[in-house]
């Protein structure tokens, strides 16, 4: 059975993965996208390379994303946007929306060119897991691919398994900035899980497992959309 029948009529895919801090959404969201040939679109990852290019977009952002908190809703709209205006063929959102705000500010601009998310999936990880993953967490310096040490590579001196890039710690994977956007997702993204639900679009999958066996579930659950429909 083909993911394909998991889209809305036109073949388009919208998805939205959300989860905490290191519960793997970035990780699902690229296999996903991979394997889909849908669009990854990573907010926090499109604001770290307008920084890099030092774009007046960047430089509003440049110390909010240094002490690691959320930058506020109309820029990340902004983002958002401009990354989708254009016709893919399917998108899978990863670290947005974060807030209700911006989980309204997303429906208001679908809307109004007659779109819908298809799907929300939220990964469920014990706060301890997610602990243990942002300290043996590295990133690929090049593509921006996460690992887990112990997992597809065992040390930061491997080359990037994706491309064969240099691996490194991000600057805000410490443990007191996780304790940050922890409180943060239980603040503000947890009432968007919520949001969600009540909109019948949510699907929840134990992502405390071997990533292959959390991309498994994902799978089936936008099968099973398929015999549902
Ligand atoms: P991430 O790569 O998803 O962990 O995001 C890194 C940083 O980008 C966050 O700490 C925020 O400063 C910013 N960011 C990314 N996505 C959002 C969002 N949806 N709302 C607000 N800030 C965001």
Known sequence: MSLRASSNEAGVYRLVLIG????????????????????HLSTG??????????????????????EARL?????????VKSEL???HVGYVLDGFPRTVDQAEMLDDWLGERGEKLNRVISLEVPKEEL???????????????????????????????????????????T????????????????????????????????????RDEVYGEIEKILDLQITRS
């Open 20 to 39: 905490a801090p290191a519960s793997g959404k970035g990780s699902q969201a690229k296999l996903l996208a991979k394997k889909m040939g849908i669009y």
């Open 45 to 66: 990852a499109v604001i770290r390379e307008h920084m890099r290019r030092g774009t007046e977009l960047g430089e509003r952002c440049r110390e909010m994303m240094n």
């Open 71 to 79: 930058v506020p809703d109309e820029i990340v709209m902004e983002v």
């Open 85 to 87: 205006e254009d016709d």
């Open 131 to 173: 602990e243990q993953r942002v300290q043996s967490r590295v990133v690929c310096l090049d593509c921006g691919h996460p690992f887990q040490l112990g997992g597809r590579v065992n040390s930061v001196d491997e080359p990037c398994p994706e491309c064969g890039g240099k691996l490194g710690q991000r600057s805000d994977d």
């Open 175 to 210: 443990i007191e900035t996780f304790h940050q956007r922890y409180r943060e997702f239980e603040e503000l993204t947890i009432p968007v899980i919520d949001y969600y639900r009540r909109q019948g679009l949510l699907q929840t999958v134990d992502g405390g497992r071997k």
